[in-house]
């Protein structure tokens, strides 16, 4: 039986956090949420945390102390057990200082709470701090003079980077590395349509119909519940997690695989991928080039990486498998966004889907 923790959660409010939050507080564990601008905390069906079962504590992990004071600091870091840590920009496009403050920067904070107190850090990086790498990204892997396509990969590898630091100084901690994370395994469903969904909007409307990319590509989309129990795993395990990195990886899909689940919709509009070699956004329309360059390029490396993620020691930690059918899922997800109205027009009496695809779900 596990016991139970005194955790820390930092963005506790977005996608993931608020599902590793709801699951250890349902395990029983006194779990303080650090939040923010955004002051309830929603689960992805859009179910509210009982805020009996969770105690709120507003910070700001950009700053020193969290914009606390040296007491409220101090009782902070002797009262936690663990510190999982979720908060980061994971929108790609933004300024360099937003990455720096809040995934480098507030990374380094929350080492220093957990080697002022002794508690086990359980960091949330991504898979693709691997860059451009293509072939088998193994766990034990980090550094490796690989190309980084963002200033958001760029972020999470120095990020990590600390981690590692901080570990060979005596800090424990564990790193899980998500993939593309999208809705629900079973249901599709999904709070924030973003990233990988805008893209999906804009080729299945026409709005982009050529593409720069690799029909062999692999993209790797992971439903966010699995995400979730990866970490919760961790956390209550840290003791056989300690001093290892966990990819938490989805289903394979191919980018022909990709293409194929979408002809099976006769309302979508089926983009077709150009190898990059033979791409040329000058020679687009000029609305479909503007997409491009606002939106479409800010993704386009992804569409050409043939990679697959080693799972081994999250395998070895006894986390259930992921999905093992990629269109399948791929579908799933589809289904949903067909019937919120995200994709196409929604069901009667649900009301008018967006049209906009730069500011769906932002």
Same mark, same amino acid.
């Given at each position: 039986?596990?016991?139970?923790?005194?955790?820390?959660? =930092?963005?506790?409010?977005?996608?993931?956090?608020?599902?590793?939050?709801?699951?250890?507080?349902?395990?029983?564990?006194?779990?303080?949420?650090?939040?923010?601008?955004?002051?309830?905390?929603?689960?992805?069906?859009?179910?509210?945390?009982?805020?009996?079962?969770?105690?709120?504590?507003?910070?700001?992990?950009?700053?020193?102390?969290?914009?606390? =004071?040296?007491?409220?600091?101090?009782?902070?870091?002797?009262?936690?057990?663990?510190?999982?840590?979720?908060?980061?920009?994971?929108?790609?496009?933004?300024?360099?200082?937003?990455?720096?403050?809040?995934?480098?920067?507030?990374?380094?904070?929350?080492?220093?709470?957990?080697?002022?107190?002794?508690?086990?850090?359980?960091?949330?990086?991504?898979?693709?701090?691997?860059?451009?790498?293509?072939?088998?990204?193994?766990?034990?892997?980090?550094?490796?003079?690989?190309?980084?396509?963002?200033?958001?990969?760029?972020?999470?590898?120095?990020?990590?980077?600390?981690?590692?630091?901080?570990?060979?100084?005596?800090?424990?901690?564990?790193?899980?590395?998500?993939?593309?994370?999208?809705?629900?395994?079973?249901?599709?469903?999904?709070?924030?349509?973003?990233?990988?969904?805008?893209?999906?909007?804009?080729?299945?409307?026409?709005?982009?119909?050529?593409?720069?990319?690799?029909?062999?590509?692999?993209?790797?989309?992971?439903?966010?519940?699995?995400?979730?129990?990866?970490?919760?795993?961790?956390?209550?395990?840290?003791?056989?997690?300690?001093?290892?990195?966990?990819?938490?990886?989805?289903?394979?899909?191919?980018?022909?695989?990709?293409?194929?689940?979408?002809?099976?919709?006769?309302?979508?509009?089926?983009?077709?991928?150009?190898?990059?070699?033979?791409?040329?956004?000058?020679?687009?329309?000029?609305?479909?080039?503007?997409?491009?360059?606002?939106?479409?390029?800010?993704?386009?490396?992804?569409?050409?990486?043939?990679?697959?993620?080693?799972?081994?020691?999250?395998?070895?930690?006894?986390?259930?498998?992921?999905?093992?059918?990629?269109?399948?899922?791929?579908?799933?997800?589809?289904?949903?966004?067909?019937?919120?109205?995200?994709?196409?027009?929604?069901?009667?009496?649900?009301?008018?889907?967006?049209?906009?695809?730069?500011?769906?779900?932002?």
């Amino acid at each position: 039986m596990t016991p139970r923790l005194k955790i820390l959660v =930092t963005g506790a409010s977005g996608l993931v956090g608020a599902e590793v939050t709801a699951r250890l507080a349902a395990a029983g564990h006194e779990v303080t949420a650090v939040v923010h601008r955004q002051q309830t905390l929603v689960r992805n069906d859009g179910t509210p945390l009982d805020s009996a079962t969770v105690r709120c504590l507003s910070a700001d992990v950009t700053r020193t102390r969290l914009g606390l =004071t040296e007491a409220g600091y101090a009782e902070l870091a002797d009262g936690i057990d663990r510190i999982v840590h979720c908060a980061a920009i994971t929108d790609f496009g933004r300024p360099e200082e937003d990455y720096r403050t809040v995934n480098v920067d507030g990374t380094a904070h929350l080492i220093e709470l957990a080697r002022a107190g002794g508690a086990g850090l359980v960091h949330v990086g991504t898979a693709y701090v691997c860059g451009e790498r293509d072939g088998l990204i193994r766990e034990t892997e980090l550094d490796q003079g690989q190309r980084l396509a963002n200033g958001y990969e760029a972020s999470k590898l120095r990020a990590e980077t600390l981690v590692h630091k901080a570990r060979a100084d005596g800090v424990r901690a564990a790193v899980v590395r998500p993939s593309i994370v999208v809705g629900d395994e079973h249901t599709g469903v999904v709070r924030d349509y973003k990233n990988i969904y805008v893209i999906l909007k804009l080729t299945t409307e026409g709005k982009v119909r050529s593409v720069p990319g690799l029909y062999e590509a692999r993209l790797d989309l992971v439903p966010v519940d699995y995400v979730a129990d990866v970490i919760t795993r961790v956390t209550e395990r840290f003791d056989e997690a300690e001093g290892r990195t966990f990819h938490a990886a989805g289903a394979p899909l191919t980018l022909r695989d990709f293409s194929d689940v979408m002809a099976e919709y006769p309302s979508f509009h089926v983009p077709r991928f150009v190898p990059p070699t033979s791409f040329d956004a000058q020679r687009l329309p000029t609305r479909e080039r503007r997409y491009y360059e606002r939106i479409v390029s800010l993704y386009e490396s992804y569409f050409r990486r043939r990679m697959t993620f080693d799972a081994s020691h999250t395998a070895a930690l006894g986390v259930r498998a992921t999905p093992a059918d990629g269109p399948d899922f791929l579908r799933t997800l589809i289904n949903h966004c067909l019937a919120s109205g995200y994709l196409g027009a929604p069901p009667a009496g649900t009301g008018p889907a967006a049209d906009d695809a730069n500011g769906a779900g932002r």
